[in-house]
T-cell receptor, first 113, second 109 residues
């Protein structure tokens, strides 16, 4: 009974490629997020979606685009991958309120060669 | 801007008590989260403080002083499984969290 799931868990790809990471939550939450955790373990917010509306975009390059087909899914598309995109990407979800606990997915380790 | 500071690494002995400090300077503040992250795993929720004071939850307690921009996580009766990174995160009121870089805690026998 996974609450927040992500696929794939590992992704190895060449520079310049386009890739997607999928995220699904079965908690009935209204808000979903994407975080990037770099090699120094800094966890940084990239996007959040609330009821299909983008409500935060933290100066992320426009090569990254979130897509939310419905409330339970928030996928991350990355175009023209660069070496610096190598990181672990975490999806998370919470109820609408910002004070609510966020539940994180298991992470996707992206390696760009 | 947003700035959250916590020590990079700490070491403690099994059975002991350890305090992990976190200071923050953020534009907008609604509360302070603590998350635990084991190596290679996702962060998991430990506590959330909105008001000043100490909140106790089993072996873990968390303290907040809003006037000082300061929080700490207190872990008692340390166990080997407590070896992990502990992430301090501020709720800045934009439905997302601003995380510190995390404190890696090593518990030794």
């Amino acid at each position: 009974d996974t609450a927040v799931s992500q696929t794939p868990k590992y992704l190895v790809t060449q520079m310049g490629n386009d890739k997607s990471i999928k995220c699904e939550q079965n908690l009935g939450h209204d808000t979903m997020y994407w975080y990037k955790q770099d090699s120094k373990k800094f966890l940084k917010i990239m996007f959040s979606y609330n009821n299909k509306e983008l409500i935060i975009n933290e100066t992320v390059p426009n090569r990254f685009s979130p897509k939310s087909p419905d409330k339970a899914h928030l996928n991350l598309h990355i175009n023209s991958l660069e070496l610096g995109d190598s990181a672990v990407y975490f999806c998370a979800s919470s109820r609408a309120s910002g004070s609510d606990e966020q539940f994180f997915g298991p992470g996707t380790r992206l390696t760009v060669l | 801007g947003q700035n959250i500071d916590q020590p990079t690494e700490m070491t403690a002995t099994e059975g002991a008590i350890v305090q992990i400090n976190c200071t923050y300077q953020t534009s907008g503040f609604n509360g302070l989260f603590w998350y635990q992250q084991h190596a290679g795993e996702a962060p998991t929720f430990l506590s959330y403080n909105v008001l000043d004071g100490l909140e106790e939850k089993g072996r873990f307690s968390s303290f907040l002083s809003r006037s000082k921009g300061y929080s700490y996580l207190l872990l008692k009766e340390l166990q080997m499984k407590d070896s992990a990174s502990y992430l301090c995160a501020a709720n800045t009121g934009r439905r997302a969290l601003t995380f510190g870089s995390g404190t890696r805690l090593q518990v030794q026998p």
